[in-house]
């Protein structure tokens, strides 16, 4: 009898150890199921980040390169056109009916060498530097000029690093250059204009104007013809 009752007992242990291992197995293949999902995820958020990373920089590299084609064609330009076609130009320039480089500025120290364009708006800020306010480039007034600050170390993204007594190279429509010489340098907030205030007499001011990311504040440089 003890044995009759003994067998049921261990077949009952044997069901018993048999389930555990099946549910061990469900779960560890739930969990296998999960990692997949989990890894072809992520997988494919990576994918699209690396797409949308990838878009954006050839898009800045084709920007870039309508800049300096901006650029060249400016040079060719002020070494090629005539008297004639600088009245002409000249002319066109103060109607700023269409966008167009109206001059190039120059700055060693930071690197920096890039054409002017004659109006400031969203798509034209992305491509070069735009006059914000003031003159035709190497005029009497003051001369603001607006550029972006990105990571990449274009356009403007190294402006911070000038200084008192650092030089800027400015050339106007006919290739004709004048040094300016940085005086001060400051930050305000994004609403403030002051900085483009055109009441400077006979002087010739340049402003330079950009976005401080890490703050929120705009980044001004102010330099003055070089005497």
Same mark, same amino acid.
């Given at each position: ?110 690197? =920096? ?29 003051? =001369? ?63 402003? =330079? ?19």
């Amino acid at each position: 009898m003890n044995q009759i009752i003994a067998k049921p007992e261990k077949k009952k242990l044997e069901n018993t150890s048999l389930c555990k291992l099946k549910n061990k197995k469900k779960i560890w293949k739930v969990g296998l199921s999960q990692y997949r999902f989990q890894f072809l995820l992520s997988f494919f958020v990576a994918l699209i980040f690396l797409g949308i990373l990838g878009f954006k920089i050839y898009v800045a590299s084709e920007q870039e390169k309508l800049s300096k084609q901006l650029l060249r064609n400016y040079t060719l330009t002020t070494l090629y056109q005539s008297s004639t076609t600088n009245h002409v130009v000249e002319k066109q320039a103060v109607s700023y009916e269409n966008p167009f480089v109206i001059g190039m500025i120059k700055i060693d120290k930071i690197n =920096l060498n890039y054409p002017i364009l004659s109006q400031t708006d969203r798509d034209l800020l992305k491509i070069s530097l735009c006059r914000f306010a003031g003159p035709m480039p190497n005029e009497v007034g003051n =001369l603001c000029i607006a550029g972006h600050n990105y990571v990449d170390y274009k356009l403007f993204s190294r402006l911070h690093e000038l200084e008192k007594n650092d030089t800027i190279e400015l050339y106007d429509l006919n290739g004709k250059k004048i040094l300016y010489t940085v005086y001060d340098k400051y930050e305000v907030e994004p609403d403030d204009l002051s900085c483009t205030d055109q009441n400077v007499g006979e002087n010739k001011i340049l402003t =330079l104007l950009t976005c401080n990311n890490v703050n929120g504040k705009r980044t001004i440089v102010k330099a003055k013809e070089k005497i």
